[in-house]
């Protein structure tokens, strides 16, 4: 594991959003005796009316910190610069490259901040000017979307995205797809689907911890999603299932980011908002049947779902939608995910799953999960980026 190594993380979320890759990867660096700057989400599309409460929220954590950076924990420290949210407007990045530079540069100076790996999970004009302006170790990009299909003018995000990859030293991605693609422009490409914070649930304790109110009183079977209420959910799938049995409750973990109005009127679907990661176990150990019911679109083709590993840390069967990842994670899992060709399918599977009470299946899923953790995941990279270090101070000495 990387140690003693100074690692600026351009994310593509906040750190207070729903946990996940960026944050349990910065957090294990910092753990591990590296300081780690983490700039928050400084966008990759122009933002709309749901995008005002995390815009009201950004200012206000700048107004409690110190000009926008605070110490979050120990080696850890987050920047939550304001910036104008245009990111391919030409005047936006001339603007918003020097307030940024001009408050990170002096931050850096006042922390000894040296040398850094720069680490970006944002493919925008924004980053390539941090990239181009800081004096740096390395630079990793960790691809995990296609994020073409998130922007009103795809060549724009191509153009900048492309410059990313050609300057990295490494480049880490999701899955197949995205690396063909990154594979043009840079051969150091490396798979690395997210993975599950493995620790978290097997400390938890089955038999002693106390279910959350909120889930509390609601009647099996429970039909159960972890994640954020976006976009690509398919919403119509899960109002027909309700509608198709009022017997089954349908519980939704996670914070609503878009127009929720087909399920939120059903009376057997329950929706709990976003709880704190370390709760997630007490909700999971609580479900029947675990779902990943995306959408199939552009987008989530290149998609790796990371709760499908937090339900399989926990043994539960999973129903999912037709994800080309979740396919390929099958191949190489024993088929563990029942993975449906069309809604009614769906429905079938997750009827067959409700009375899949298997022993072995259960001790399957937990050891898939168990290869599939963060732990072993960041120990691959942190290899993978020492030994690329290592070539460029070969190569240093051997100019010189």
Known sequence: MLKNENIICISTIDWDFIWQGHQEIMATFARNGNRVLFIENTGVRVPGIRDI????????????????????????????????????????????????????????????????IIWTFLPTGIAIDIINNIDRKMLVYYCIADFYK?????????????????????????????KERCLRFNKNVHIFPFGVNIQTFENYDRANSALPKDIRGIKGPVIGYVGGLHKHVDFRLIR????????????????????????????????????DFKDLPLYINKFDVCLIPYEINDYTKTVFPTKLNEYHSM??????????????????NDELVSVSTDRADFDRKTEAAISDKSE??????????????WTERIEEMSCLMQLAMDRKGDQSGEDN
């Not at 049995?245 to 329950?270: C, L, Y």
């Not at 069967?317 to 390929?328: A, F, G, Q």
């Not at 072995?360 to 953790?373: D, H």
């Open 53 to 116: 409460p995390r815009l009201k929220k950004r200012l206000l954590s700048w107004i409690k910190s110190a000009k926008g950076f605070r110490e979050e924990r120990e080696n850890l420290f987050v920047y939550s610069p304001i910036v104008l949210p245009f990111p391919y407007s030409r005047i936006a990045r001339f603007i918003n490259r020097n307030i940024l530079l001009r408050a990170l540069k002096k931050w850096m100076k006042a922390t000894n901040f040296r040398d850094p």
């Open 150 to 178: 998130l922007v009103d003018d795809p060549k724009k995000v191509k153009k900048t995205e492309d410059e990313v990859i050609r300057k990295c030293d490494l480049v880490f991605v999701q899955g197949n797809v995205l």
């Open 240 to 275: 027909s299932m309700a509608d198709k049995h009022p017997d089954w409750s349908i519980v939704m973990v996670g914070p609503a980011q878009t127009d929720i109005s087909e399920v939120e009127s059903r009376k057997n679907v329950f929706l709990l908002g976003k709880k």
């Open 315 to 332: 043994g539960k069967p999973v129903v999912s939608t037709s994800l080309p990842e979740v396919i390929d994670f099958n191949k190489a």
């Open 360 to 373: 072995k299946l259960v001790k399957k899923r937990i050891e898939s999960a168990k290869r599939n953790s």
